[in-house]
């Protein structure tokens, strides 16, 4: 599942499962968890400006000593920096950061800041998104997308600059289908590939009776049914652990699950704490 990829509208292909990194602390613990991902065989590997864990994500991938283009690597730019001028510096961070000549893929993390979320950005965003389109013409980067954006958002900036983006990370797991179905809908009828955050609702969702039940049903662990759904809806998932028994079993993919039950887990309340 590892090797398995999507493919952008530009041709460019993803793996299918990625390595997410938020939340874990840059220094030792972020790079031996990126050392173990590699070595387990994940080759998409997530992080952000914002995550402050993008020296120790570069340095284990240059000590993993893979070849750069077997890699996929994504980083994103802060969601307050909504400007130009400002998106070309922090994006040569970043590459600085990584300790890379070039990304992957490239998100403007959110269409607000994360200190004011709603504040309306929409010009900001298109001229974020207008340096990231030449960045992307100048090889700098793959494929350019967003996170976080909803159909106003992406429909404005699309409107804005005539550029679709390849990508749209967005929180996604069972339990947030009803909230998120009218992004994916729009997202996959406009070619966007969306990537799933936070698959297992930070856990909350593990011990959901529902979820065990399947665990038990398709005799896997709820992590793995977790994870398997949001590929069920044609998304990408970012699993994200520090112990690397963890990284094999969410990497353990190799199974379906049926539509009748993809649709009792799309049923499932969109608050993870409360899931019955």
């Given amino acids: 599942m590892l090797k398995e990829t999507f493919e952008l509208y530009n041709g460019v292909k993803i793996p299918k499962v990625g390595f997410g990194t938020w939340q874990v602390p ?3 613990i972020a790079y031996q968890a990126v050392i173990d991902a590699l070595d387990v065989g994940y080759i998409h590997i997530d992080t952000a400006y ?53 990304l992957d893929l490239y998100l403007i993390h959110a269409p607000w800041p994360w200190s004011n979320i709603g504040q309306e950005c929409k010009e900001g965003n298109a001229e974020a998104w207008k340096k990231m389109i030449e960045l992307y013409e100048q090889r700098k980067i793959r494929a350019i997308g967003v996170s976080n954006f909803n159909v106003d958002d992406l429909k404005d900036l699309i409107a804005r600059t005539g550029v679709v983006p390849h990508v749209n990370q967005i929180a996604f797991f069972a339990g947030h289908f009803q909230k998120q179905k009218e992004t994916i809908a729009f997202c996959q009828e406009n070619h966007i590939l969306v990537e799933a955050y936070s698959p297992l609702a930070i856990g909350h969702a593990l011990n959901t009776p529902l979820v065990v039940s399947l665990a038990e049903k398709y005799q896997k662990t709820p992590a793995q049914i977790l994870i398997r759904y949001t590929l069920e809806h044609n998304t990408l998932p970012l699993p994200k652990s520090t112990k690397k028994a963890r990284m094999e079993e969410n990497a353990d993919l190799d199974f379906s699950i049926s539509k009748e039950d993809v649709l009792l887990l799309d049923q499932l309340s969109e608050d993870p704490r409360r899931f019955g």
């Fill in 50 to 102: 914002v995550y402050e864990n993008e020296i120790s994500v570069g340095q284990a991938i240059k000590d993993a000593h893979i070849k750069r283009s077997e890699l996929f690597v994504t980083s994103k730019l802060p969601s307050h920096i909504k400007t130009y001028e400002e998106t070309e510096s922090y994006f040569y961070e970043t590459l600085k950061r990584l300790q890379l000549d070039y």
């Fill in 26 to 28: 840059n220094g030792d």
